[in-house]
């Protein structure tokens, strides 16, 4: 037999194929016989034994680093690059590391899925090494030790017959101390697409490229005309920095064919970082960011690359649609957030990059649907939800993968994305070994897809929302060699969806009690829900008295929205502490307009004004409010006419105004009264400063005395003016020659009055008996009361205050 490859119209690989297959027959033999026969006799016990050392795990692990090509053709030399390290406790010898090829190719997709879960060697199942010098030597591997090694194999010599999905192991032989024979001490296993001819009908491909990051902007932004804009951190700089995840993602997807789908608040982030930006510190204060020039180069780089390219736009800051469906829906106002981030997501995109997005796209977290999570996607505008097939699970006996669009009644498409390639990229792929294991299977079941039938297939690829830097080398490098493939070619999502549906695949949503327990754990609390609705009604009462309200609707409008995120999923505490930033920032901003606190005041006297003061601290000014002011106790003190009154309010920016009451008393004691803001629809603004305003009202008997006084002052002056006037009577009847006569009446005259000085000190004007007339500015009577109250201020009252008259 071993010349049958030299007879003359025989080819090589048909006999050597034929070699290889008959001694996996022979070597499976064993297994058969320890399967089905006694094994009474000590001979019969030791060959079941060898068998069982043959099958068992070894102890030595193969990691296969690289296999390349992925996807071979007719003509290639395939290499097989990778370790093997001694995890067993003794030395091992004279062993060698060999390729092993299915002697046929696997039949199904399950098959692939069995083949990957073995770890251990399967005697009669596994092939044959293939021997010959195509294998690498171990002479000595220690304990603990490792050794690289590397196989080229010609494709002509791996004896691949048909087209299909072949298994490729590679395996330690060996000899330990304990066991001085040759044994399989390890083996790996992965697979190699064959595709010798391009294939006649090839599958339609769409693979979604994920640009989505977790939330990096804050509601805080700087007082100055461009509102600088604050960050978290600056981890959004570090992965649009060369190297960084962002830039790779980029910069790995430019050169392939893909649906780009994108997240408009990275735009918008990035954006806004390019135009000067600051940074929170741990104790509150903030300072500059240096990576303008980072940001601007990556949204040119970006801009340049989706130009002409298929593009998709998530609702702004990607949010949880699923969380919205289960925990928030009964939240009143939360869908009318979905469709605002739904609205604002064409014109950021379009905005920054320049290329309008379709946005009619909805992508629950993982897939995963249930008959709320479609009715909330849809609510928005969407008319299309990305779905996957562990969630829109087949339930017929179909053999072959159906076409990605399915109707799902109501005018909804569900694209599906295809569960085992959607996934073939997570976990840890900076591992080498992980990493092509991942290529190798995703291409493996690409090609499967296609050999199923000759009917031509729609697929979609939808992989993890943020994948890491070496996940998407991995996804890269995959689509590389897909595209190289020829069984496969490139779709856009939007002709995906537009395919024609199979009409034997399922359209049923699945019940809500289907929807995965361990999605369900990461969802958004109602309480969450519970904020927006909380802060959107005090954005609603904050920005109506505002004079430019864009400087506060737009960052707080889209840090609701970033509230909701899919990007919380899993990092609940770190979205609360976002949601309580947000909360205290709008407390803060609104708490800068306010009332000045007063202290209480004491009223003297029947009517008097009372001054209120409000402060803005705001770089903008305030308007469309209303001052209130009232008397707990009209019946004591009334405020203008009645209990209250209420006085317009405007405000520039950074000052503040005072606003003065009339008031009237008509009983004595104190008096509760409460200064309150509302807007012009009614609505209390800010906290109401209560005070208390002492009345000492002017009695009667007060008024009596004061009336006695003044008539007794009239009184002294009539007499003094009728003395005087007797006196200047005597003077002319005695004439100017009287002599010391007249001197004598005279001063018996002077004697009888009281000397009250001139006119000018005792306020009597001679020959008015009337006193001096008082006018808005002529004196006051010498009687008059010190007046209670101070001139009038816009000042803060001070303590013990009198209240202006």
């Known amino acids: 037999m071993a010349e049958a490859a030299d007879f003359q119209g025989t080819s090589a690989s048909p006999a050597r194929r034929w070699l290889r297959r008959g001694g996996a027959l022979l070597a499976g033999a064993p297994l058969l016989a320890g399967l089905f026969l006694p094994l009474g006799t000590p001979a019969q016990a030791a060959e079941k034994a060898a068998v069982a050392d043959a099958a068992g795990s070894g102890g030595v692990d193969i990691s296969i680093d690289s296999l390349t090509p992925s996807a071979p053709a007719d003509g290639d030399t395939v290499t097989v690059a990778g370790s093997v390290t001694n995890r067993t406790k003794q030395t091992v010898t004279d062993a060698h590391v060999g390729i092993r090829v299915g002697s046929s190719p696997l039949a199904t997709r399950s098959a692939i899925d069995t083949a990957a879960r073995l770890t251990s060697f399967q005697p009669g199942l596994d092939a044959a090494e293939v021997g010959g010098k195509y294998v690498a030597k171990v002479t000595r591997l220690a304990s603990g030790s490792s050794q690289n090694f590397s196989i080229s194999v010609p494709v002509k010599d791996l004896d691949l017959g048909d087209e299909g999905v072949y298994q490729l192991g590679v395996s330690l032989t060996g000899r330990t101390t304990a066991r001085p024979w040759d044994q399989v001490l390890g083996i790996k296993r992965t697979f190699l697409p064959w595709q010798p001819d391009t294939a006649d009908t090839k599958t339609k491909t769409t693979f979604l490229w994920p640009l989505i990051s977790t939330v990096h902007l804050t509601a805080e932004t700087g007082s100055d005309k461009q509102q600088t804009p604050v960050f978290k951190n600056d981890d959004l700089a570090k992965a649009i920095s060369p190297g960084g995840r962002l830039d ?451 009695t009667s008997t007060v008024m009596l005395v004061i009336g006695g006084g003044v008539l007794l002052l009239v009184l002294a002056g009539f007499r003094m003016y009728t003395q005087r006037k007797r006196a200047a009577a005597r003077q002319g009847e005695d004439g100017p020659d009287a002599g010391p006569g007249a001197d004598a009446v005279n001063e018996d005259a002077d004697a009888g009055t009281v000397d009250t000085g001139d006119a000018e000190d005792t306020g009597v004007t001679p020959g008015n008996t009337a006193g001096p007339a008082y006018g808005a500015e002529g004196p006051g009577q010498p009687s008059d009361p010190t007046p209670d109250t101070a001139p009038e201020s816009t000042d803060p009252s001070g303590t013990g205050e009198r209240v202006d008259r």
Do not use: C
């Not at 707080?556 to 909701?564: K, N, Q």
């Not at 008097?608 to 001052?627: E, F, H, R, S, W």
């Open 248 to 698: 790779q993602l980029l910069s790995l997807g430019s050169g392939l064919d893909v649906t780009w789908v994108l997240d408009p608040d990275l735009l918008a982030s990035v954006d806004a970082m390019r135009g000067g930006y600051r940074i929170q510190q741990a104790d509150g204060t903030t300072v500059a960011g240096n990576n303008q020039d980072v940001a601007k180069t990556w949204l040119d780089k970006l801009e340049k690359t989706v130009q002409g390219q298929k593009i998709v736009a998530l609702p702004f800051a990607d949010p949880d649609i699923a969380s919205l469906a289960h925990t928030g829906r009964s939240v009143a106002g939360s869908l009318s957030h979905l469709k605002d981030a739904t609205d604002v997501a064409a014109s950021t995109v379009e905005t920054i990059v320049h290329v309008k997005p379709s946005t009619d796209f909805a992508w629950p977290a993982e897939g995963a649907i249930d008959p709320s999570i479609v009715k909330v996607a849809t609510s928005a505008g969407a008319d299309t939800v990305i779905a996957r097939s562990d969630s829109l699970r087949e339930t017929g006996s179909l053999s072959y993968t159906p076409n990605a669009a399915r109707p799902i009644g109501g005018g909804t498409t569900a694209v599906v994305a295809d569960e085992r390639l959607s996934t073939a990229f997570q976990g840890d792929m900076l591992n080498a070994g992980t990493s092509t294991l991942a290529v190798q299977t995703f291409l493996a079941q690409s090609l499967m897809i296609n050999l199923q039938d000759s009917a031509q297939r729609s697929v979609v690829v939808a992989p993890q929302r943020m994948p890491s830097a070496s996940q998407a080398q991995t996804m890269a490098e995959a689509l590389r060699a897909l595209q190289r493939g020829g069984w496969s070619e490139n779709q856009g999502l939007a002709a995906a969806a537009k395919a024609k549906p199979d009409p034997r695949a399922t359209t049923r949503v699945p019940s809500a009690s289907s929807y995965p327990s361990a999605l369900k754990k990461q969802q958004l609390s109602a309480a969450a829900f519970e904020w927006m609705q909380s802060t959107q009604s005090t954005l609603d009462r904050f920005k109506v008295i505002l004079t430019d309200q864009s400087r506060v609707v737009t960052p707080f409008g889209r840090a609701i929205d970033r509230g909701m995120s899919t990007s919380w999923r899993g990092r609940s505490a770190e979205g609360e502490t976002f949601r309580e930033g947000v909360n205290s920032y709008l407390d803060g901003l609104t708490g800068l307009v306010h009332l000045i606190k007063k202290s209480d005041a004491k009223l003297s006297g029947r009517s008097a004004t009372i001054p209120v003061t409000v402060q803005n601290n705001l770089v903008q000014g305030v308007d469309n409010l209303v001052l209130r002011l009232t008397s707990q106790q009209p019946t004591r003190l009334k405020i203008g006419d009645g209990p209250y009154d209420e006085q317009p309010i405007r405000v520039a920016g950074e000052h503040s105004q005072s606003v003065k009451f009339t008031t009237s008393t008509k009983a004595n004691g104190p008096v509760k009264v409460v200064a309150q803001l509302y807007t012009e629809d009614g609505q209390p603004y800010g906290d109401p400063v209560p005070f208390e305003v002492k009345v000492t009202e002017i």
